[in-house]
Every structure is written in structure tokens, then in C-alpha cells.
């Protein structure tokens, strides 16, 4: 008979191939099923010279050592198999990325306790009395018990949170302040119920929420994007498309770009289904981690809200996945396997039979082309919700504007929000620039400090009183002398950073409560939580933000937006620099006006004629991707075709460049399929962490085998030791 299929389950003492997380050969290696045998996909323990590892039966034995000499499988780990679609994706994404299996499987196990059974756990409450004595340790533990809402929490994670030693916890236990239960390790989650009551759409918003049904209805695959101006009601569509999902009993998954946005998106569908989902990302505990993994695998999580690695989630039934502001940056992961999660979605949800939402006020290039092509469907809502209107858009020519040096507020800007603070509205003033200043001169020599370790100039950043490195995030002490020519008290902070911005407003309204949202000023992701949402309580009358105030916070008493610098990102020679401006000055002009009153964005220029700037203030969005797309077109450049960044580095600059220039020479094997190389160059940050970069990059034409030809373009070429080739499939960073 005919074997058509692979075998699902090998007896034991049958060989079969594991794959594991660790980077040996092609990661799979073969083995010899255990005692009870194992299924296909079953995660196990295996011995790896004198360790012990895990791995995933990934299927039948290769045959390349004598049965002989195979070691046996040690057991059998307590976790739902692998399925076959995610095996698929992970191949995939290895493909596509050019990352190996072993780092493409980490990424799908990074869970602790997979080997563990559904035990019982000891958790910590608080107890009935104060301890007897407190101390600032003690009284750090009670903070962070409740800062969890009285949730309990191991020994180890409440340690961890509260910032003090286990000996500090144990001392709590035994005096009586913390009590110890024993719990469940895994809590299922309480279950959505689609079926709830939801608000009454807009006709725009019923139709695309139709849409999305009757794409949820087919059971198969299909992607769409979802274009709505900042407030329109993305969110509340897609909670319809969710619905619909968890209606057929299917498992939804949203990510969003930025942790601070997760809580107000939990309050909303527990608000919409009476239950809240599951979450998974760094900001999670382990405990959450495990439960959210166990319950994703099992199909007891209906939906998980998450950042771009909850891709890798063990799903029993993936049926949508949503991509909120879809044109995010920091959907590419820019370390270890590069992946963007944004395009992996649609894969994902190809490899599932699943619908793919991207949604966006201000899609992607690629997005929006893929539905121009037909690709994707498109569906737009055109105007905000309700009786709000899009703010209105104006620039300041900066060239009219009296502006003394070291100030960046101009007078039209300061009259409109003195006019705004006075009727107790808020303004943001967006600069996206960390630290106070980007750059400290010495005013005797020119010096310019620069890191040690990185081709990049330190911030300086006061609040720290530090400079730091924004590429390597290496810290030095504010100096008074010159590091260069001695000089004393001759250093001085060059152009403005938020932190500058804030001293100048200061001085401006010395009597309005002014609040910095910058990531760097808060130590962990519940504090900048917290300090958004008291920012859209009232907390602040001007806000000065970096770009993590353009994405999708709401703030209701927002009406003014000043940008101070819409020129800043406009001269980089970067493929997608009219985009990114574009984007981020259009996402920030929408925190604007979005509840009763009417919101204004002033943008501050020096080009206002620039079209990119003229594109931003008419609003005329069509024209402007139009223009772009036709540009790249022209360009044979992505969307239209295809890039790889080839970054070479090495503690010596010779090896890197040598190398480089010998894959630019020989480079038969991309001219097979059309590619250009280009380069070698040294990168623009041409040092990191003391490591010289170089770069390649290599140009093909859209649908060419470009995965294929680079990995026979590298292959010959052995890299000597300290020297890292790493490839970037569609870059986005040109760094
Ligand atoms: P977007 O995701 O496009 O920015 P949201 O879905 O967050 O828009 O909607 C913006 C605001 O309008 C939110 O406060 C939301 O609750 C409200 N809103 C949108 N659609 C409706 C609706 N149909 N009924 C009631 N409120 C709505
Ligand atoms: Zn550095």
C-alpha cells in the first residue's frame, strides 16, 4: 500500500524526528519515541549531549544516523501537541525570515512550566493585620499585592514586582501580613458572551461591521483593511467581526503596538461580552503567562489581546486576528528572528482559515496597496462618530515667527494654548524626541559627546542627570569639563528634547499642571498605564509627549495638538520617510477634539509648501498614497518590489567590509533571479556596543525567488569568528 500521509503517532522505540530549541544542525534531530509512544507534534524531553531539553516531534526520522545509535525520548510533557498548522507557520515564517527552526520554536515555548502538570500552587494574599512592624520593603509588597487588585501571587513574582529580596516576603508570611492559599495553577477565564447588547452603529459602521460578518461567516481565509479616520469606530467594528467569531465558537486574537493601550481595550470588551480576555505579553506575569498559553492551547481562551509574539500562541482554532494600527513600526521585530507581525498575521490566518483585520487611520503603503490590487478588501469609515468632527489642521510657518534661539514654542502656538488651558481644556505639545537635548557641545572646542561604544551622539537626559546612548543604552554622568580639550563648565545641551520642551512650557504657564509621556520616564508598563489614564481624567492641563502619545490613546478633554517639529524625519533619506511623517503627524493631530468639543492641530514647519506637509493639512489621503505608490512604482521599491538589508558587523571594520565586498562580487546567484546588490557602505549607526556595521542591500523584482537566491548567495561564504551576518527580509530600518 501506498504510505500517503505522514504517520500522527510513532510507537515506541520508532524513530522519529524532534525538533528543539536549540541551535544544533537544522534544530531536528532523531530519536526514539518513548515508553506509550508519542503523537506527531507532542512536546517532550529529550537528551542533548549531558542535558536535557525540549522539543516537538516534528515527524518522521530523517535516517541519517544508524538506529542504533539513537537516544530514546525521556517523556512526554503535559501540554496540548503542536498543531499542524502551527508547524507551518513556524516553518514559514523560518522560510520567509531566513531565521532557524530552533529560534522560530523558542518563540512558540516561551512559557514557563511546560513540562509541569496541573498542580496546585501556593499563592499570597494579604493577611488580616499589619504586620507588627512595617518597613519601606514590607510596605512595598502590600503596595504591589494591591496594586493587582487582590489577585494572588507566588512568592517569586511578588518579589519580583515589589522590588525586594524573598527573604522579605518569607518575613511577611511568618508575622502574619501575607497569608498563603492554595490555588489551581491555571484559572480558566470567565467566558465572553457574543451575544450581549451592543450600542447601535452608524450606517457606515453597520455596513463594515456586515462586511466582516459575512467574512466571518465563510470560514476560510480572507484579509481586509479596515481604514477609518482616528475615532470613526474602528474598535467597535471589529468587536462585531469578534462577535461574529466567537459566535461559530472560534478563538480571536487582537494585538495592539503598545502595552499602555491594552487596559483601556480590556475594559471595552468586557464592557461588550462581560468578561474580560486573556493577555499575553511582557508586561504579564509568568503565572498569567503559563495560564494564558495552557487556556489558548486548550480552547478555553476565546480571545487574547496581545502584542506581535502572541502570534506564536498554541490556538486550538484561530478564526480572526485583528491588527490594530496596522501601520505601527513596532510590529517589526528589529532583534533575534525579524519578523513583521503584521504581515505574519495574514499568513497565520491564511494557514487557519481565518479573516485578518488590519485597521488604521493611516494604513501602510503596503496595506493600502494590497487593497488597491484587489488583495485584501477595503472597507472605510470616512468620519468620526457622532457629532465629532476631524480637528482642523494648520501649519505655522516657523520662518514668520519670532522664535529666539532655545525656544521652540512659537507665539501663535503659545496664544492658542494659553486660549485653551484658560477654558480648562487640554493641549499636547508632540515633539518625538527623548532626554532634554540631542546633542552636548563643547562651546570652547566644537566637541561633540558621543558614545563610547556606538557611532551615535548622547542625550542628555536630566531628569536621570545622565547622557545616555539611545543606541546601545549606555549612561555617562553629565560632564563639566570638556572630555575633549578640558575646558571647564563650556558644555552646553543643543536643540530640544521633550524633556527641554517641558522647562519651556514650564516658564510659559508657570501655572498649568504640565505632564511628560515619554517611555523612558516610567519604570515598568503599569506606570505609564496609570499615567495615561489619569491623563485623560484631567491630571494634565498640557501634555508634552513623544510618539507614544500618537498611538490610539484617548483623551477626552484634548483639543489642542501642537506639533513642534513636523520637519524633523522629512530630510532622511529613508525609503518610507514621507509616510512616516505623514502617519505620525496625522495620528497625533487625531487625539485631538475627540469627545464634545471641537479639536485643532497646529503644525509647526519650515516647509510648508513641502507636499508631504501640504498632504497632512489638506487631508487629502488618496492623493497622497496615490503619489507615493506611484513614486516607489517608479523606483521598482516596496511595495512594488522587494529589499533585504544584509548588516555585517565585527569588532574589526576590515573583516566586515572584506566580507562584504566579497558577497558583492559574487553575487551570481541574485543576478539569476534580477536582484541588484548594493553596497557594501558602512551602516548610517556605522558602530553599536563597539561591533562596525556594514551594510548590503539587495533590490529584487516583486515575485522573485529572493529567499532561495539569498541563502545560495551566502552559503559559500564561512564567517570567521566575531563576525554576524544577519539578513532583514523588508526592512523597515535602514540603520
Ligand atoms: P477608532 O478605533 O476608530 O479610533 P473607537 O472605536 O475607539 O474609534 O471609537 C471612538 C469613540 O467613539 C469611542 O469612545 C467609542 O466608544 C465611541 N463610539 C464609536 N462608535 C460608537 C457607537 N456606534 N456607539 C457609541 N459609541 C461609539
Ligand atoms: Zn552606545
Not at 515598568?524 to 495615561?532: D, G, M, T
Not at 477626552?556 to 530630510?571: E, F, M, Q
Request: hydrophobic share 45%; glycine share 8%; net charge positive.
Amino acid at each position: 500500500m501506498p504510505q500517503t500521509a505522514a504517520p500522527d503517532f510513532f510507537d515506541e522505540g520508532t524513530p522519529c524526528a524532534v525538533l528543539t530549541t536549540e541551535p544544533v544542525g537544522s534544530g531536528v534531530l532523531d530519536y526514539l519515541a518513548p515508553e506509550g509512544g508519542c503523537w506527531l507534534g507532542a512536546f517532550v524531553d529529550v537528551p542533548l549531549g549531558p542535558r536535557r531539553v525540549v522539543g516537538v516531534v516534528w515527524g518522521p526520522a530523517e535516517g541519517k544516523f544508524a538506529r542504533n545509535k539513537l537516544r530514546q525520548i525521556i517523556r512526554v510533557l503535559d501540554a496540548a501537541p503542536l498543531r499542524s498548522e502551527l508547524r507551518d507557520f513556524l516553518t514559514r515564517v523560518a522560510d520567509y525570515t531566513l531565521t532557524p527552526l530552533p529560534a522560530m520554536l523558542r518563540l512558540a515555548t516561551r512559557v514557563p512550566g511546560l513540562g509541569d502538570g496541573p498542580a496546585t500552587r501556593k499563592l499570597l494574599f494579604r493577611g488580616t493585620a499589619l504586620p507588627p512592624r512595617m518597613t519601606d520593603a514590607r510596605e512595598r509588597v502590600l503596595a504591589a499585592l494591591d496594586s493587582f487588585g487582590g489577585a494572588g501571587l507566588t512568592p517569586g513574582e511578588l518579589a519580583q514586582v515589589a522590588g525586594v529580596s524573598a527573604a522579605v516576603v518569607r518575613g511577611l508570611v511568618k508575622n502574619g501580613g501575607l497569608v498563603e492559599q492554595d490555588a489551581p495553577r491555571d484559572q480558566p477565564y470567565g467566558r465572553l458572551n457574543p451575544a450581549l447588547p451592543r450600542s447601535a452603529l452608524s450606517d457606515d459602521q453597520a455596513q463594515a461591521a456586515q462586511h466582516l460578518r459575512d467574512a466571518m461567516a465563510q470560514d476560510k481565509f480572507g484579509a481586509t483593511l479596515l481604514k477609518g479616520v482616528t475615532g470613526s469606530g474602528k474598535t467597535e467594528v471589529y468587536l462585531e467581526a469578534i462577535a461574529a467569531c466567537l459566535a461559530r465558537g472560534r478563538q480571536a486574537l487582537v494585538l495592539l503596538p503598545e502595552i499602555a493601550l491594552t487596559s483601556e481595550f480590556l475594559t471595552r470588551v468586557e464592557g461588550r461580552f462581560g468578561a474580560r480576555p486573556a493577555e499575553w505579553h511582557s508586561g504579564v506575569t509568568l503565572t498569567e503567562r503559563r495560564r494564558c498559553w495552557r487556556m489558548v492551547a486548550q480552547g478555553d481562551a476565546q480571545l487574547v489581546v496581545g502584542a506581535r509574539s502572541a502570534l506564536f500562541l498554541p490556538f486550538r482554532d484561530l478564526g480572526l486576528v485583528v491588527v490594530d494600527e496596522e501601520h505601527d513600526t513596532s510590529y517589526k521585530q528589529e532583534e533575534g528572528a525579524l519578523y513583521n507581525a503584521r504581515d505574519m498575521a495574514v499568513l497565520r490566518a491564511s494557514l487557519n482559515g481565518a479573516q485578518a483585520v488590519l485597521a488604521s487611520a493611516t494604513p501602510s503603503l503596503e496595506s493600502w496597496a494590497n487593497a488597491a490590487s484587489g488583495k485584501y478588501a477595503r472597507v472605510d469609515l470616512a468620519a468620526r462618530f457622532g457629532p465629532n468632527t476631524l480637528p482642523d489642521m494648520r501649519a505655522i510657518d516657523l520662518r514668520a515667527e519670532d522664535l529666539p534661539s532655545n525656544r521652540w514654542i512659537s507665539p501663535s502656538l503659545q496664544r492658542a494654548v494659553t486660549a485653551r488651558v484658560q477654558a480648562g481644556e487640554q493641549a499636547l505639545l508632540f515633539l518625538n524626541r527623548r532626554g532634554y537635548a540631542p546633542l552636548t557641545l563643547c562651546r570652547a572646542c566644537g566637541h561633540q559627546v558621543g558614545c563610547t561604544d556606538c557611532d551615535a551622539r548622547m542625550v542628555e537626559h536630566r531628569f536621570q542627570k545622565r547622557l545616555v546612548c539611545h543606541q546601545c543604552g549606555a549612561s555617562a554622568p553629565i560632564p563639566t569639563a570638556c572630555p575633549a580639550c578640558g575646558a571647564e563648565d563650556r558644555m552646553a545641551p543643543v536643540g530640544p528634547g521633550v524633556e527641554r520642551l517641558e522647562e519651556e512650557a514650564r516658564a510659559l504657564w508657570p501655572d498649568a499642571r504640565v505632564l511628560v509621556l515619554s517611555s523612558d520616564l516610567f519604570g515598568s508598563a503599569r506606570a505609564l498605564k496609570e499615567h495615561i489614564a489619569a491623563i485623560a481624567n484631567g491630571a494634565a492641563d498640557i501634555i508634552i509627549g513623544t510618539q507614544i502619545v500618537a498611538k490610539g490613546h484617548n483623551f477626552p478633554l484634548l483639543t489642542l495638538v501642537g506639533v513642534i517639529d513636523a520637519d524633523l524625519g522629512l530630510s532622511g533619506s529613508d525609503l518610507r520617510a514621507a509616510e512616516r511623517v505623514f502617519q505620525l503627524v496625522r495620528q497625533v493631530a487625531g487625539r485631538a477634539g475627540r469627545a464634545e468639543k471641537a479639536g485643532l492641530a497646529l503644525v509647526q514647519t519650515s516647509q510648508p509648501e513641502h507636499p508631504v506637509i501640504r498632504a497632512i493639512l489638506s487631508g487629502d489621503e488618496e492623493t497622497f498614497w496615490r503619489t507615493e505608490a506611484d513614486a516607489r512604482f517608479a523606483l521598482g521599491m516596496p511595495p512594488y518590489g522587494r529589499l533585504a538589508g544584509i548588516i555585517l558587523s565585527s569588532p574589526n571594520m576590515e573583516d566586515a567590509f572584506a566580507l562584504g565586498q566579497r558577497l558583492a562580487m559574487q553575487s551570481a546567484p541574485l543576478a539569476r533571479i534580477g536582484a541588484q546588490v548594493f553596497g557594501p557602505a558602512p551602516a548610517p549607526i556605522a558602530r553599536i556596543r563597539g561591533r562596525h556595521r556594514v551594510r548590503l542591500l539587495v533590490k529584487a523584482p516583486k515575485g522573485a525567488p529572493l529567499q532561495a537566491a539569498l541563502r545560495a548567495w551566502v552559503a559559500p561564504h564561512k564567517l570567521a569568528r566575531d563576525l554576524r551576518l544577519a539578513i532583514d527580509i523588508d526592512p523597515q530600518s535602514f540603520l
